[in-house]
T-cell receptor, first 116, second 110 residues
């Protein structure tokens, strides 16, 4: 069973460009979460999605950031008009609806975004 | 909202036990997790504990939970150099998102 997959692993963008980060959850998982890790900091929650629905986006910046998890295909985190402050590692996690495991979240390897 | 805190650094010698501590503020947290992050890598789930448990042991790992003090610890027995990494404590508040501490950097010297 493949783990959570993210691509690209590294992404370099110039200020003003768009960044698209992709996440494929573990097989059988229908819940996807995005987190951001700034240098030397812990992970901060951004958004929680199920297929075709955004459940909780309380951690998403109000502008330039959007996320989707379509019926088919990976979840996408999209950052428009990137700025240097967007440079960070972006992690995706997935979980299944299993109360016995507390809906444990399994993380992907992350996408490291560098904005020049 | 939930706030999770950890000490920043811990240095031990190979073969010793390591104890990494974490405190949290929201008593309604149902699950508490420990993740390990090696340089440039993602987060590896090490173990978790449900809030109605006091202790959980898994091979070299022992998790202790003191609900009264909202204190969680991770003990690694016989620490090896391969255990050097950043260890994150995280709390699930029941609203699906995890709240992470800032991480404890464990350095194991030979």
């Amino acid at each position: 069973n493949a783990g959570v997959m993210q691509n690209p692993r590294h992404l370099v963008r110039r200020r003003g460009q768009e960044a698209r980060l992709r996440c494929s959850p573990m097989k059988g998982h229908s819940h996807v979460y995005w987190y951001r890790q700034l240098p030397e900091e812990g992970l901060k929650f951004m958004v929680y999605l199920q297929k075709e629905n955004i459940i909780d986006e309380s951690g998403m910046p109000k502008e330039r950031f959007s996320a989707e998890f379509p019926k088919e295909g990976p979840s996408i985190l999209r950052i428009q008009q990137v700025v240097r402050g967007d440079s960070a590692a972006y992690f995706c996690a997935s979980s299944e609806r299993d109360r016995s495991r507390g809906e444990t979240q399994y993380f992907g390897p992350g996408t490291r975004l560098l904005v020049l | 909202g939930e706030d999770v805190e950890q000490s920043l650094f811990l240095s031990v010698r190979e073969g010793d036990s390591s104890v990494i501590n974490c405190t949290y503020t929201d008593s309604s947290s149902t699950y508490l997790y420990w993740y390990k992050q090696e340089p440039g890598a993602g987060l590896q789930l090490l173990t978790y504990i449900f809030s109605n448990m006091d202790m959980k042991q898994d091979q070299r790992l022992t998790v202790l939970l003191n609900k009264k003090d909202k204190h969680l610890s991770l003990r690694i027995a016989d620490t090896q150099t391969g255990d050097s990494a950043i260890y994150f404590c995280a709390a699930n508040t029941g609203f699906q998102k995890l709240v992470f501490g800032t991480g404890t950097r464990l350095l194991v010297s030979p």
